[in-house]
């Protein structure tokens, strides 16, 4: 069950990120890159704080989500949770 939540979580980003603009699609699919855990985790632990402190200016709600979102790519377990957030 949590790995086919995993898959749905997989094919709700593929989906959306398809109608993202090319250039904007393509950064996201060079962060999802096996070999991009480097700068993916920072960024998400990064993308999760600034979501925390959201009452200040810049900083704002939708990063706590994308943070998430990044973070699930590393961390086994989130993915399902996200997805079942999703539905």
């Known amino acids: 069950m ?3 939540l995993a898959l749905a979580w997989d094919v709700r980003v593929a ?3 398809a109608r993202l ?4 699609r393509m950064g996201i699919e060079w ?3 096996t070999s991009r855990r ?9 993308l999760i704080i600034g979501g925390v402190f959201s ?12 943070g998430l979102a990044l ?3 590393d961390v086994p377990g989130i993915k399902s949770q996200l997805e079942r957030a999703a539905c």
Do not use: F, H, K
């Open 31 to 33: 962060l999802r890159l």
């Open 2 to 4: 949590t790995n086919d």
């Open 21 to 24: 603009p090319q250039r904007m």
């Open 38 to 46: 480097w700068l993916r985790t920072p960024c998400a632990v990064l």
């Open 71 to 73: 973070l699930a790519e």
């Open 55 to 66: 009452i200040l200016p810049i900083l704002g709600l939708w990063m706590l989500p994308l």
């Open 15 to 17: 989906t959306l990120s």
